[in-house]
């Protein structure tokens, strides 16, 4: 009968010690490189959570309106009305009487963020998709 022979194993087989740390050491370093390639200093995240903000502010705004409550008054800003928002409306009065609106959970400078992105045309908030209403101000002419 014919039996395989194995190969033998070499006792030295395997990586060193020095192998490993080395390719440790390169993965870091590319992991590091390339956090710093998709990360970036995070100024495009701040961005998109300020916009996403501003669209929930709006969206809320316009719930806010047809329930029946006047938000927009003549000396508002963005900035007054997300505040309002954060800290909550009650309706009065009507169909959705006793009803609260709220968008909890928003700090300071995610207010203040969302505020570039509202404005306020006609007496009713607007989402400004360039972010060029300053600090949420009213714009004057129709247009932001």
Known sequence: MNTAKLPLISPHT???????LMTVAILGIMTSLA???FGGNGSDVRQARDQRNAQSICSLCQ???AAGYELVEDSST??????????GITIEKGLMKGQVFQLPGLGQEELEGAARYISIQGGQVRYDVGGKA???????????
């Open 63 to 65: 719930v806010v309106n």
């Open 78 to 87: 963005g900035l007054d009305i997300a505040r309002k928002l954060g800290d």
């Open 14 to 20: 395997g990586f060193s010690l020095l192998e490993m």
């Open 35 to 37: 956090l710093t390639w």
């Open 134 to 144: 300053e600090n949420g101000a009213t714009s004057q002419n129709g247009q932001s």
